[in-house]
Every structure is written in C-alpha cells, then in structure tokens.
C-alpha cells in the first residue's frame, strides 16, 4: 500500500546531542509505520559522524541507513520534518515540523522566533522550551515603519527524548573497560558528573564544569586523603582526539591549581562508551551520586538516563530536566536565575537572556550532605524516582506521545494507488473449415 512520503532532515548517526535525538526520533517515525520515510543526513556543527555504513551491525540501524537518500526528490514531501535550531528552519513539504531542543536561557533570538513561524507545527523536548519561545516577544519596524510585533502565532508541543530501558536500566553487570578505568581510582566514593565542555571560555560554558569542579576542589580540600571523596568527570570538547583530551585534562588542572594544594583527585574519562558501557558507568559500585551544575538545559537526556540507575541525581533547579525530576523525590542544588555572562555570549545564547546560577555555598553544603549522610530516606526516594521514570520516560512512552501529536495535526494525505489490471485470459477461436 502507499504511504505519505515523509522527509526528516536531521544529523542522523551524528556524534552529538542532537544527533542521538535525531536517531532516536528516526527510528520512531520507522515503528510508526505510516508514512514512506526518507532520511536527509545533515552534520551538526563540527561534531564527527557517529557511526559508518561498515559499522552498523545493529539491524535497527541498519534499517535507518537504507531511508537514507540517495538521489533527489521527484515530488514534493507530504510530510517535511526538520530537526535543529529554529533559524534553520524551512517549509519544504506540504506539512512542516520543526523539532527543537530550543535554547537553555530564559529568551531566545529573533530569528528563532520567525523560524517556528515558518512551520505549521514546533516540537520542543520540554516544557521549559515551550515557555521560553511562548513568552519571547520583539518588535521590529516594518517597511512603511511601522512597528510588528514578533511572537510565536504558530502551536507548539512537547514531546520528552525517551530512554532505552532495555539498555539503561538499574544493573550489577559489570563492563570490562567500564571496570578497567575505574579500578584505577582508589576511593570508594565517587561523584560522577557526565557532559560536553562546549564553550571555549574557563568558566563560561554552559555545563559550568569549572565550577563544578572548583566548588568540589574546595569542599573537599584539606579533607585526608582517606577521608574524601573523587570526582569522576566524563568529558570531551568536539571531539575524542588526543588533542581534545590534553586541551581538557589542562583545563581541569588549571582549575585545581586555582584551588590550591591538597585537593581532591579529579579522574576524567574521555573518549566513546557504547550505551552499554554508559549504563555500566552509572551503575558502578564506586559511583554513589550524580551530580551536574549546569545552567540550563533544554532536556538534558544524560541526566534522565542517570535516573534509572535509582541513584541520587542532583542537578541545578531549573529549566527542562525539571520535567522528568519529580520534587517528591529529587535533591536540588539551588541558586538563582540571573543574566548569563558576557563571556557564554554567542549567536545563540543572546545577551538580553538569563539562566540559572548555583549557589557555591549551597552547593558545598549539599555535596558534604551527600557525602557525609546519605540517608536510607534519600536513597529509597531515588528508587521511586527511577521506576517512575522508567514508565513514563521510555521510549514506549515517547511513542505514545510523538505519535499522538502527529496524528493530531497532521492532515490526511491523498495518495498515488497503483491501478492493476487483471490479466486478460487467452482466447482460443475455433478453426474454420474451407468450404
């Protein structure tokens, strides 16, 4: 039977945030099975491929890359769905989709704003996207000078990344590498921080890994050597060269060094796990708490995924893990929104926006908390935490809820049937007698 022919274009197999979202999303229009699905690969930024033809031995993926196009398009798209940053948006079929993790900040750019205006429909990963692009207004003079006020008029929806609960799940299987790198640290007690150091500036990157790691140094520090925690910090600039893990090692040095002597050891790990290896490093017995300063996030999947280890995950409190990190249960490092800093300034993060700030003292005191008196109260709380999260953040439920959306505003569309003929039976006639 044919299909709507529906065209994602999308950094599919990109080594990147984005890139995962992207696949992950990919292969839930293929279990939908209602349109002829297409795929135009993009790149994200200056992040590698993730994987090669030659490297997909998983038969999911391997689906995924025979969508892949090939040669243009003979006719226009039913359905159009792009996923990325909303100023790169463009109508392309007869019904658009943008998909966007949106911006991490309290306001986003103009330009943002006409890019959802382009589409019929945007889908934000959470909630905090949703209200950030609904309450960002400008106004801006048209030709005859007048002024036009520039807002979200198109709908907007959100549908959460969904975890592999098949694969990232509360375990005691141990991973070989997994159990290598960390048999090398010799506390028994380690804080696990996972992200990307994306920005250039010390201490101006969103994840703010520096003060992470600043604010642990000085909690710690003076504290035995026998007596202290580590933090294990897992890591990578744009890459997983030797070049990227140098440039981090010294940044993490750099920052130590700020602190002073007899600090807490900082282990990093660098470099690609599998998903398998990831969930092992969650898991791990010398890994006690998960912990992030971040200043924004428009989803934030690595924490969800450390959820469904049923350890503490504490996290700044705010934007959109706040989705899937219930307060009934969840610990918080808490702070303030203010305006980002002159330094995280880019074409994305604008300066008329904010974003949230962890309070250094606070932070110190929750971390002895954790560290001192992990109570039996905090820990079953966290347990509730996962298996709530393991039902309703699955990617069966992001299912559920991607489909729904399209089935709502996406119209029917008239297709081609191909028309076939019966097969015309062969006629014999009688022979004719000569008179």
Known sequence: MNK??????????????????????????????????????????NCQTKRFVEELNDP???VLFSKFLQKGLDKQPDLFIQVTIPNEFQKVGKYNIGMTAGIETTACAGEWIEGVNRMDLTIGLSNHVKKTFQDTKYKKKSENGKEEPIEVNKPMEVCFWGANTDIYKKTDIIEPNVDSALSKISEKYAFLFVGQWTHGGLFTDRKDIANLIKVFSETFKNVKPENRPCLVVKTNGVNFSK??????????????????????N?????????????????????????INFTHGEGFGHPILLSTLSGKPTVVSNWSGHLDFLNPKY?????????????????????????????SQSLASDK??????????????????????????????????????????????????????LPKLKKIELPKLNKL
Not at 37 to 45: H, Q, S, Y
Not at 387 to 396: D, R, V
Request: hydrophobic share 40%; net charge negative.
């Open 367 to 420: 971390l002895k908390m954790l560290y001192n008196s992990l109570s039996k109260n905090i820990l079953e709380d966290y347990e509730k935490l996962r298996i709530e999260n393991e039902q309703k953040f699955s990617l069966q439920a992001m299912d559920v809820r991607l489909h729904e959306i399209l089935n709502k505003y996406v119209p029917e569309f008239s297709v081609e049937q191909k028309i076939v």
């Open 330 to 358: 969840a610990e918080f490092f808490e702070g303030t929104v203010k305006p980002i800093d002159p330094g995280s300034v880019n074409d994305w993060l604008i300066k008329e926006s904010s974003w949230f700030y962890v």
């Open 4 to 45: 709507p022919l529906c065209v994602i274009q999308a950094p599919v197999f990109n080594r990147s945030g984005y890139g995962d979202w992207a696949t992950t999303i990919a292969k839930s229009l293929i279990r939908q099975d209602k349109y002829d699905l297409k795929i135009l690969p993009t790149r994200w930024g």
């Open 243 to 264: 070049i990227d893990r140098d440039d981090t090692l010294k940044k993490i040095k750099k920052i130590q060094s700020l602190v002073g002597d007899n600090v807490p």
């Open 60 to 62: 999911n993926d391997q």
């Open 266 to 290: 900082i282990y990093l790990i660098h470099g690609e796990l599998s998903p398998i290896e990831m969930n092992a490093l969650f898991n791990h017995e010398k890994v006690k708490v998960h």
